[in-house]
C-alpha cells in the first residue's frame, strides 16, 4: 500500500482525491495538511475550481497545519503537493531531503533556478519526483500521441492550441491572479500545451514568441 500525504487542501486536491480513491487498493491519503485547520481535518466544504467540484471530506486521516510536521511523518510514503506555485520549491525539496517520493502540481516553480535545485534534490534523494502535467494523460490527447506517432493518417505539419478560461477566483488569498505567485496564465495556464507538445513532438530546434 503507497501511504500519501496531501500538503495543501484547497481547489486542486478536488482532481487528486477522487484519483487516489479509485486507486483504494493500492493507494491511501494518511495525512492531509493544510494552514486552514478546517480544511486539513476535513470539516470545510471544498473548493470547486474549473475542472470539477470540491474535494472529498470523509477520508480517516492524519491532520496537520505545518507541512514540516506531515514529512516527520513515517506514515507518509508519498508528498502530494497541491499549493501555490511559489511554494512548490521549497515543499518539494524539504520533502525529497526527508526520503518522501514527490508528486507535485504543475507548473513546477517560477523560474529555472527553482527548477534546477528541485531536480538536484531529486537526484540527491534518489526518490521518485513527479510533476503532475495531467494533460498527456487524457484520453483524448494519449489518442492523438498515438495517432501522430503510428503515422495513420500521415505526416503531421502542423497544429493550432488554444486554451481559454475564466479568471480563476477561487484561489486562497487571490494568489492565482498574483503574477508574483502564479507566473500568470502564461506560466500557469499556457504550461499545458507547452507540455503536451514537447511530449507530442519532442524538443523543439527553435521558438518564436510574441506578447
Known amino acids: 500500500m503507497i501511504r500519501i500525504g496531501m500538503v495543501g487542501m484547497g481547489g486542486i486536491?478536488?482532481?487528486?482525491?477522487?484519483?487516489?480513491?479509485?486507486?483504494?487498493?493500492?493507494?491511501?491519503?494518511?495525512?492531509?495538511c493544510?494552514?486552514?485547520?478546517?480544511?486539513?481535518?476535513?470539516?470545510?466544504?471544498?473548493?470547486?475550481?474549473?475542472?470539477?467540484?470540491?474535494?472529498?471530506?470523509?477520508?480517516?486521516?492524519?491532520?496537520?497545519?505545518?507541512?514540516?510536521?506531515?514529512?516527520?511523518?513515517?506514515?507518509?510514503?508519498?508528498?502530494?503537493?497541491?499549493?501555490?506555485?511559489?511554494l512548490h520549491a521549497e515543499v518539494a525539496i524539504a520533502a525529497l531531503q526527508a526520503g518522501k517520493h514527490v508528486l507535485c502540481e504543475k507548473p513546477m516553480a517560477l523560474n529555472v533556478a527553482q527548477c534546477d535545485r528541485m531536480i538536484a534534490?531529486?537526484?540527491?534523494?534518489?526518490?521518485?519526483?513527479?510533476?503532475?502535467?495531467?494533460?498527456?494523460?487524457?484520453?483524448?490527447?494519449?489518442?492523438?500521441?498515438?495517432?501522430?506517432d503510428s503515422g495513420k493518417y500521415g505526416k503531421l505539419t502542423s497544429a493550432q492550441f488554444s486554451r481559454l478560461s475564466g479568471p480563476p477566483i477561487w484561489a486562497s488569498e487571490n494568489w492565482l491572479l498574483t503574477p508574483e505567485r502564479s507566473g500568470g496564465s502564461l506560466l500557469d495556464l499556457h504550461i499545458h500545451d507547452t507540455d503536451y507538445l514537447s511530449f507530442l513532438l519532442g524538443t523543439p530546434t527553435s521558438v518564436s514568441t510574441r506578447g
Not at 487528486?16 to 480513491?21: D, I, T, V
Not at 494552514?35 to 492524519?62: F, H, S, W, Y
Not at 519526483?129 to 484520453?139: D, E, H, N, S, V
Request: proline share 6%; charged share 20%.
Open 13 to 32: 486536491s478536488g482532481a487528486h482525491l477522487p484519483a487516489y480513491e479509485k486507486l483504494a487498493d493500492i493507494a491511501q491519503v494518511v495525512a492531509r
Open 34 to 86: 493544510d494552514k486552514i485547520p478546517e480544511r486539513a481535518d476535513g470539516t470545510a466544504k471544498g473548493v470547486a475550481i474549473n475542472i470539477g467540484g470540491p474535494a472529498a471530506t470523509a477520508l480517516q486521516a492524519t491532520a496537520y497545519t505545518d507541512y514540516r510536521e506531515l514529512l516527520a511523518d513515517p506514515e507518509v510514503d508519498v508528498v502530494d503537493i497541491c499549493l501555490p506555485t511559489d
Open 121 to 148: 534534490a531529486a537526484q540527491a534523494s534518489g526518490s521518485i519526483f513527479m510533476i503532475a502535467q495531467c494533460i498527456r494523460f487524457w484520453p483524448a490527447y494519449v489518442y492523438l500521441k498515438e495517432l501522430v
